[in-house]
């Protein structure tokens, strides 16, 4: 069965400091994998996604993630976080030639 | 590019009526709208899968009679929640994919809250 995990509901850095919201999934074949934010009462924002070729891959206002197949990741990083970047942070995955399935959510907060 | 409007934002309905949400893909041709509900600190629950001039795919427990779709065109799906009751009352998000299925581009999202 498909399926994703964000292990922290809640992720905290200071601002300047780098960020990471972990994702892990489990699929059979090989995933499309994405990354999404939700700002309060409003709907997700894509920032980037995986399909195939160089597992580090770079999306909007500077977050990339890397794809790691042996541990079955995909952790979403900035090396420098943004006060502005806190919101919700969802994962999904989808398989070939099926839907969506998200993971629960990360909230991230950047304190000043 | 890829911007997917919802109408409305929100809105307030008193128990028992229908309230009508439209999906539109303002900036390319949508093949495919997706329809999610998100209940408070949780993640999307896909309800159902629309493809313009077809019947919508229900996903297992959602109730076709009452969460009504039509997609009538590649820029314009519609939800409609027939006879409303409080526990309907969530947020709906729309989403669309063009012919570059492999992502999904979402709406803002409309508030509904049933008294």
């Known amino acids: 069965a498909q399926s994703v995990a964000q292990p922290e509901d809640q992720v905290n850095v200071a601002e300047g400091n780098p960020l990471t919201v972990k994702c892990t999934y489990s699929v059979s074949g090989n995933p499309y994998l994405f990354w999404y934010v939700q700002y309060p009462n409003r709907g997700l924002q894509f920032l980037l996604k995986y399909i195939t070729g160089d597992n580090l891959v770079k999306g909007s206002y500077g977050f990339e993630a890397e794809f790691n197949k042996s541990q079955t990741s995909f952790h979403l990083k900035k090396p420098s976080a943004l006060v502005s970047d806190s919101a919700l942070y969802f994962c999904a995955l989808r398989p070939y030639g099926q839907n969506f399935v998200f993971g629960p959510g990360t909230r991230l907060s950047v304190l000043p | 590019g890829a911007v997917v409007s919802q109408h409305p934002s929100w809105v307030i309905c008193k128990s028992g009526t229908s309230v009508k949400i439209e999906c539109r893909s303002l900036?390319?041709?949508?093949?495919?709208m997706f329809w999610y509900r998100q209940f408070p600190k949780q993640s999307l629950m896909l309800m159902a899968t629309?493809?313009?001039?077809?019947?919508?795919?229900?996903e297992q427990g959602v109730e076709k009679d009452k969460f009504l779709i039509n997609h009538a065109s590649l820029t314009l799906s519609t939800l409609t929640v027939t006879s409303a009751h409080p526990e309907d009352s969530s947020f709906y998000i729309c989403s669309a994919a063009g012919t570059e299925t492999d992502t999904q581009y979402f709406g803002p999202g409309t508030r509904l809250t049933v008294l």
């Open positions: 629309s493809n313009e001039g077809s019947k919508a795919t229900y």
């Open positions: 900036d390319f041709q949508a093949t495919t």
